[in-house]
């Protein structure tokens, strides 16, 4: 490409002069500004991040304490269950009438019962 000075007809052609305006543009790209609006939904990114470094997993897939899966599969499908599982103390049924109506031909009764504490 011939360069020449003012007057004189360039070797460089439009396309060739916007073609290199694109990478000079991303070379100065200015830095955002500081006073830009924060996301509205919020960035759950370091109180996450926060939780994970202050607390061990007691399970962690990659444990050396377990030599074969078996044995990991054993111990955490215990842990899960005795988390993920429904189980209130067992207590007595205590059942009571609260209202009895006479019908024709039978009798409706309106009961409660405890079935929890």
Do not use: C, W
Not at 73 to 96: E, G, H, N, Q
Not at 101 to 111: C, H, N, P
């Amino acid at each position: 490409m011939n360069f020449g000075g003012p007057g004189e007809m360039s070797g460089i052609s439009r396309r060739n002069a916007l073609g290199m305006l694109a990478p000079l543009s991303m070379a100065r790209a200015r830095p955002a500004e500081k006073d830009e609006a924060a996301p509205s939904i919020g960035n759950l990114f370091a109180p996450i991040g926060d939780y994970a470094r202050s607390h061990t997993p007691e399970l962690p897939f990659l444990n050396t304490k377990f030599h074969r899966v078996e044995q990991r599969k054993r111990s955490a499908r215990a842990a899960y269950t005795s988390r993920l599982a429904y189980s209130p103390p067992i207590v007595p049924f205590d059942a009571r009438i609260n209202a009895t109506v006479e019908k024709d031909g039978y009798t409706q009764e309106s009961l409660v019962f405890r079935t929890s504490s």
